[in-house]
């Protein structure tokens, strides 16, 4: 079983950028989709990205498209998401979460049109975008 932990969330103003980082432990990234999902205050949950256990294919919420890039490094056992140009609509609880299989299927299927479930997820770090 898998554990995530999220860290990198913290106060930007609009415009401005934040890394998020997903480290995973008790297992190989290389076995999960990792994706990156996030609720704002008053809002339901929703995926923002997803990346395959192999890192070849990435998912892109429609919001994220452009601006977020999601990526993978599989020797510190890390999924990172670079968010840039942030707007005050992106201000939530980013949390990462993991399935395996990690196939492309799965991953688009997890995050993006929300009819599979991840099986682990973290606690979540949050992210502010305010001026």
């Known amino acids: 079983q898998v554990q995530l932990v999220e860290s990198g969330g913290g106060l930007v103003q609009p415009g401005g950028s934040l890394r998020l980082s997903c480290v995973a432990s008790?297992?190989?990234?290389?076995?999960?989709?990792i994706g990156w999902f996030r609720q704002a205050p008053g809002k339901g949950r929703e995926g923002v990205s997803c990346?395959?256990?192999?890192?070849?294919?990435?998912h892109y919420a429609e919001a994220a498209k452009g601006r977020f890039t999601i990526s993978k490094d599989n020797v510190k056992n890390t999924v990172y998401l670079q968010m840039n140009s942030l707007e005050p609509d992106d201000t939530g609880l980013y949390f990462c979460?993991?399935?395996?299989?990690?196939?492309?299927?799965?991953?688009?299927?997890?995050?993006?049109?929300?009819?599979?479930?991840?099986?682990?997820w973290g606690k979540g770090t949050l992210g502010t975008v305010s001026s």
């Open positions: 008790g297992s190989t990234l290389d076995n999960y989709a």
């Open positions: 990346i395959t256990s192999d890192g070849r294919s990435t």
């Open positions: 979460a993991g399935r395996s299989p990690g196939s492309n299927t799965v991953c688009y299927e997890s995050t993006i049109l929300g009819s599979r479930n991840m099986d682990y």
